[in-house]
């Protein structure tokens, strides 16, 4: 079945670093766009990067543009989010997901299968 497990979450001061990974099994992962999500508390979950299939193409919100980078390694079948120069406002659970159809901007709504996520807590 497909599963996608994410790491490496955790606590880190403003303007820290963090490496979330999420490891997929259960389909060929090489032939799957991917996306990171996320959702704060009291807010809807939004996409936050996304790449395509052979990791030619990547896509970021306006607001982490500069600070995160999404890669995949489909040899490991994982796709990875560096985070750098946290902000307090970055904090949420962050969930990665395989998009089913569409495109990487609109995945939130056309992605089937997902992580249980993982905490990213930025403290100021």
């Known amino acids: 079945q497909v599963q996608l497990v994410e790491s490496g979450g955790g606590l880190v001061q403003a303007g820290g670093s963090l490496r979330i990974s999420c490891a997929a099994s259960?389909?060929?992962?090489?032939?799957?766009?991917m996306g990171w999500f996320r959702q704060a508390p009291g807010k809807e979950r939004e996409i936050v990067a996304g790449i395509t299939w052979s990791g030619d193409n990547t896509y970021y919100i306006d607001s982490v543009k500069g600070r995160f980078t999404i890669s995949r390694d489909n040899a490991k079948n994982t796709v990875y989010l560096q985070m750098n120069s946290l902000k307090p406002e970055d904090t949420a659970v962050y969930y990665c997901?395989?998009?089913?159809?569409?495109?990487?901007?609109?995945?939130?709504?056309?992605?089937?299968?997902w992580g249980q996520g993982t905490q990213v807590t930025v403290s100021s």
């Open positions: 997901a395989r998009k089913r159809f569409g495109t990487i901007a609109t995945m939130v709504h056309s992605a089937d299968y």
């Open positions: 259960g389909f060929t992962f090489s032939l799957y766009d």
